[in-house]
């Protein structure tokens, strides 16, 4: 069982949405699409979707081409960002409709109204509006609808984008496991790094209409193949540094050349960039390794538990996680630490060399 | 209770406006005599008399029939034709599709009087010359931009989401059409029958000029009741107040949509 794209492309008016892609989904699996708006997720699902046709490539579940297949024929659910409900219906009915069209009995419908509803808490609302609904419950109405088809393909378009915290929260914890157990494959696309490690599986990661890794989240996540996939999947952005290194010394951008210390010494000559996740930008010198560069400050923001320092390294804007509350003043100059073990290491062309040592990626 | 300026103001406001059609009522309660021999602000005599003549005689009620009749063809031709091109030019991008939806709206910038003569001489060759449907298919020539224009504007209001999440749902377009999309747009349907009606309703150049028996609308024949005994007076008023009614009758349904229906659904 296997949900296959070949080739798949799609130009609208000139401009390409989608560059030819291949990617093949098993059932029973959760898959993230992961991606900065603009970077094709919604194109990509609504060509999985059938909603737009594409323009090469061959789309096929279990090896039958579902190209020409139209949508209705599909067993397709989709959830958008929007809560889309059909606002003349109640609640009930709309949950319904999908099975109304199937033309199952009222009694069979009943059954699987009930226990969707249950799922997703509705059962208190099956006779109202949808538009007398708060946003929360009208997404777990479209979810609900979504739920009941027992579609073979689940798409869910930034589902939790509008809802409040909370909600988030709690239906991420849900939705995995409710679909996931049906045996569908499953395609969640979110602009949030945090949501595609917090709910695991495969991760896509697309930037620019193109898929720039597919693999397991923790993979993608610790082996960004190439600096693309390690932008999109890190949140705060990830800061670049870019070094030559030549003998034992270590050219650094905008810097005084030093010595190559650490995981640093064992790199061939040439040049590089490092790539570091903002936690592991410190404010204090963690090792004797440690590579000390000078910044600026420009903002602060402090969350509580943590506080997100933006900086200056001459024009590259770059930004530290750090516990607790630091603030620096703004404008002053500070000096942040890199661990050589916890850089990415990446060569000119943007391929990486080196992931940082697995067992001190916590 | 207190009298304000500005509920003097609505007061006169009113007085002025329902003036004319108070009078009119007035008329049409009183005899001939009394009308055009004496001044009085009520009937004296009170006669419904003129509206049993109305009632009982063919030719003054076959008017009322007719008119409704076209009237309501026309507005069920107008919604039919209507529907499916607004929720073209709603979802579909086409080539010329703004140009062509600019361009049935220039139609109701020609006075009807123009397309009269076309109309008079091509539905006389055809043999359509007075009957309803005539004039109901004269009357879209108007009625159909303005539906179209109305019902686009209430129908890019419904997300096109929507659309899709019936047809993954496994809707086909048209069970889709007529079990959710129509719902969302009922008041701009309601909005556009009430449209259509009125303009049908109160045109006369047109639904004259191509009837002349057996279609009669009733404007005209409260145009021709000047006879040898002079003008019937208390006739004519009763026939005007008979007209006013279906109007007021389908605007006090529709009341709440008109504001949104004259911005053209784009509220």
Same mark, same amino acid.
């Given at each position: 069982?296997?949900f296959k794209l070949?080739q798949?492309?799609?130009?609208?008016g000139?401009?390409?949405h989608?560059y030819?892609?291949d990617?093949?989904l098993?059932?029973g699996?959760?898959n993230v699409?992961?991606?900065p708006?603009?970077?094709?997720?919604?194109?990509?699902?609504?060509?999985?979707?059938?909603?737009?046709?594409?323009?090469?490539?061959?789309?096929?579940?279990?090896?039958d081409?579902?190209?020409?297949v139209?949508?209705?024929?599909?067993?397709?659910?989709?959830v958008?960002?929007?809560?889309?409900?059909y606002?003349a219906?109640?609640?009930?009915?709309? +949950?319904?409709?999908?099975?109304?069209?199937?033309g199952l009995?009222?009694?069979?419908?009943?059954?699987?109204v009930?226990?969707a509803?249950e799922?997703m808490?509705?059962?208190?609302?099956?006779q109202?509006?949808?538009l007398e609904?708060?946003?929360?419950?009208?997404?777990?109405?479209?979810?609900?609808?979504?739920?009941v088809?027992d579609?073979?393909?689940v798409?869910?378009?930034?589902?939790?984008?509008?809802?409040?915290?909370k909600?988030?929260?709690?239906?991420?914890?849900?939705?995995?496991?409710i679909f996931?157990?049906?045996?569908a494959?499953?395609?969640?696309a979110?602009?949030?790094?945090?949501e595609?490690?917090?709910?695991g599986?495969?991760?896509v990661?697309?930037?620019?209409?193109?898929?720039?890794?597919?693999?397991?989240?923790?993979?993608?996540?610790?082996?960004?193949?190439d600096m693309?996939?390690?932008?999109?999947?890190?949140?705060?952005?990830?800061?670049?540094?870019?070094?030559?290194?030549?003998?034992?010394?270590?050219?650094?951008?905008g810097?005084?050349t030093?010595t190559?210390t650490?995981?640093f010494?064992?790199?061939?000559?040439?040049q590089?960039?490092?790539?570091i996740?903002?936690? &592991?930008?410190?404010?204090?010198?963690?090792?004797d390794?440690?590579?000390?560069i000078e910044?600026t400050v420009?903002?602060v923001e402090?969350?509580?538990?943590?506080?997100?320092v933006?900086?200056?390294h001459?024009?590259?804007?770059w930004?530290?996680?750090?516990?607790? +509350?630091? &603030?620096?003043?703004s404008?002053s100059?500070?000096?942040?630490?890199?661990?050589?073990?916890?850089?990415?290491i990446f060569?000119?062309n943007e391929?990486m060399?080196?992931?940082?040592e697995?067992a001190k990626?916590? | 209770?207190?009298?304000?300026?500005?509920g003097?103001?609505m007061?006169?406001?009113?007085?002025?406006?329902?003036?004319?059609?108070?009078?009119?009522l007035?008329?049409?309660?009183?005899?001939?005599n009394?009308?055009?021999n004496?001044?009085?602000?009520w009937p004296?005599?009170?006669?419904f008399?003129n509206?049993?003549?109305i009632?009982t005689?063919?030719?003054?009620?076959?008017g009322?029939?007719?008119?409704?009749t076209?009237?309501?063809?026309n507005?069920?031709i107008?919604?039919?034709?209507?529907?499916?091109?607004?929720?073209a030019f709603s979802?579909?991008?086409f080539?010329?599709?703004? &140009?062509l939806?600019?361009?049935?709206?220039?139609?109701r910038?020609?006075?009807?009087?123009?397309?009269a003569?076309?109309?008079?001489?091509?539905?006389?060759?055809?043999?359509?010359?007075?009957?309803?449907?005539?004039?109901?298919?004269? &009357?879209?020539?108007?009625n159909v931009?303005?539906?179209?224009?109305?019902?686009e504007?209430?129908?890019?209001?419904?997300?096109?989401?929507?659309?899709e999440?019936?047809?993954?749902?496994?809707?086909?377009?048209?069970r889709f059409?007529t079990?959710?999309?129509m719902p969302? +747009?009922?008041s701009?349907?309601g909005?556009v029958?009430?449209f259509?009606?009125?303009?049908?309703?109160?045109?006369?150049?047109?639904?004259?000029?191509?009837?002349s028996v057996?279609?009669?609308?009733?404007?005209a024949?409260?145009?021709r009741?000047?006879?040898?005994a002079?003008?019937?007076?208390?006739?004519?008023?009763a026939?005007?107040?008979?007209?006013?009614?279906?109007?007021?009758?389908? +605007?006090y349904?529709v009341?709440?949509?008109?504001?949104?229906?004259?911005?053209?659904?784009?509220?």
């Amino acid at each position: 069982m296997s949900f296959k794209l070949e080739q798949v492309s799609s130009v609208v008016g000139g401009n390409t949405h989608i560059y030819p892609l291949d990617l093949t989904l098993t059932a029973g699996s959760l898959n993230v699409l992961l991606g900065p708006t603009q970077a094709g997720k919604t194109s990509l699902m609504r060509l999985m979707a059938g909603l737009d046709k594409p323009t090469t490539g061959d789309i096929s579940w279990n090896g039958d081409r579902m190209n020409d297949v139209p949508v209705q024929k599909r067993n397709i659910a989709m959830v958008y960002q929007q809560f889309i409900n059909y606002p003349a219906m109640t609640v009930y009915e709309n +949950i319904a409709s999908p099975l109304r069209i199937r033309g199952l009995s009222n009694k069979a419908i009943d059954k699987k109204v009930m226990e969707a509803s249950e799922l997703m808490k509705l059962t208190p609302m099956l006779q109202r509006k949808p538009l007398e609904l708060s946003g929360g419950q009208q997404q777990r109405c479209a979810l609900a609808r979504a739920l009941v088809k027992d579609a073979d393909l689940v798409l869910l378009d930034e589902p939790l984008a509008n809802l409040d915290y909370k909600l988030r929260e709690e239906l991420r914890e849900e939705m995995p496991k409710i679909f996931t157990e049906s045996g569908a494959v499953f395609v969640y696309a979110t602009t949030e790094p945090t949501e595609a490690l917090l709910l695991g599986g495969n991760t896509v990661a697309m930037s620019e209409g193109r898929i720039a890794q597919f693999g397991k989240t923790l993979d993608v996540y610790r082996n960004p193949k190439d600096m693309t996939t390690a932008r999109v999947f890190s949140e705060p952005p990830m800061n670049f540094l870019k070094i030559t290194k030549q003998g034992g010394e270590l050219h650094v951008q905008g810097e005084q050349t030093r010595t190559a210390t650490g995981a640093f010494t064992t790199l061939d000559n040439g040049q590089y960039t490092v790539g570091i996740r903002p936690n &592991h930008l410190m404010l204090h010198r963690p090792s004797d390794d440690a590579l000390a560069i000078e910044v600026t400050v420009s903002v602060v923001e402090i969350t509580g538990s943590e506080s997100f320092v933006h900086l200056l390294h001459g024009d590259q804007r770059w930004v530290s996680l750090a516990h607790g +509350i630091h &603030h620096p003043e703004s404008g002053s100059t500070l000096t942040v630490y890199v661990d050589p073990s916890n850089a990415y290491i990446f060569d000119e062309n943007e391929q990486m060399v080196r992931a940082p040592e697995l067992a001190k990626v916590a | 209770m207190k009298v304000t300026k500005s509920g003097m103001v609505m007061f006169l406001y009113i007085l002025f406006l329902m003036l004319p059609i108070y009078w009119l009522l007035n008329m049409s309660l009183k005899t001939n005599n009394e009308i055009l021999n004496s001044f009085s602000l009520w009937p004296q005599n009170l006669t419904f008399e003129n509206y049993m003549t109305i009632f009982t005689d063919k030719s003054w009620y076959s008017g009322y029939i007719n008119s409704i009749t076209y009237v309501l063809m026309n507005t069920v031709i107008s919604i039919c034709v209507a529907l499916p091109a607004a929720y073209a030019f709603s979802r579909y991008r086409f080539m010329g599709d703004k &140009h062509l939806f600019f361009w049935l709206l220039t139609n109701r910038m020609a006075p009807p009087a123009v397309f009269a003569l076309p109309f008079f001489q091509l539905y006389s060759s055809v043999g359509l010359f007075d009957t309803h449907i005539a004039v109901a298919l004269a &009357h879209c020539l108007f009625n159909v931009p303005l539906a179209v224009w109305i019902l686009e504007g209430f129908m890019s209001g419904v997300p096109k989401e929507i659309d899709e999440t019936a047809y993954l749902d496994g809707y086909s377009f048209t069970r889709f059409f007529t079990r959710i999309f129509m719902p969302l +747009i009922a008041s701009g349907i309601g909005v556009v029958a009430f449209f259509c009606f009125m303009f049908s309703w109160v045109e006369l150049l047109l639904a004259r000029t191509l009837t002349s028996v057996v279609a009669k609308p009733i404007a005209a024949t409260m145009t021709r009741t000047v006879s040898a005994a002079g003008m019937d007076w208390g006739v004519l008023a009763a026939a005007g107040i008979l007209t006013i009614v279906p109007g007021a009758l389908v +605007i006090y349904f529709v009341r709440n949509y008109i504001a949104k229906g004259f911005a053209l659904g784009r509220v």
